[in-house]
């Protein structure tokens, strides 16, 4: 979704208030590569360009980087965050679906956490059952290396 306006030299542009794509990253701790790839996949609109071809990022494509940054960090994947940008753009949006998306997250979250205390305790036996000595035996990496079947 391109937004089409003449294209300015960079200076030019500065003044009216864009940054170009370092910093916009500076000002969003988001990284150049990522913004491209956001861009990439349509979670942010297509930059504007200079004459000289340099991308050109206003107030509010900071404010969506920024909001990217923050779903990323509670865990959101790509899908979601299209999602929850779609929702949060729509000034009729039902709460209602904002909760339930999150909800939904929710729950993926503590099937990770359970999932991962699980591999924790496992590895935590297996670390009490190894005697760490210069012996070549170890139950870990027989573990590791057993046929799934006979795994606990």
């Known amino acids: 979704m391109p937004r089409h306006m003449p294209r300015p030299e960079l200076s030019d542009a500065k003044v009216q208030g864009f940054h170009n794509i370092g910093e916009a990253s500076a000002l969003t ?3 150049a590569k990522m913004i491209r790839h956001y ?27 920024r909001f990217i940054k923050r779903s990323r960090t509670l865990g959101f994947s790509m899908k979601q965050i299209s999602t929850l940008l779609e929702l949060w753009n729509n000034p009729e ?14 729950a993926e979250l503590e ?9 924790q305790k496992t590895l935590q036996n297996l670390a009490k059952n190894c005697h760490g000595n210069d012996r070549p035996d ?3 990496l027989e573990d590791l290396g057993s046929p799934v079947d006979c795994r606990h």
Request: include cysteine.
């Open 29 to 31: 701790d988001v990284s």
């Open 39 to 65: 861009e990439s996949i349509g979670l942010i609109p297509e930059a504007n360009r200079t004459f000289a071809n340099y991308r050109l990022y206003n107030d509010s494509d900071l404010h969506r980087l």
């Open 93 to 106: 949006r039902a709460s209602s679906e904002v909760k339930k998306l999150a909800n939904a997250h929710i």
């Open 111 to 119: 099937s990770k956490i359970r999932e991962m205390q699980s591999m």
């Open 138 to 140: 170890c139950p870990i």
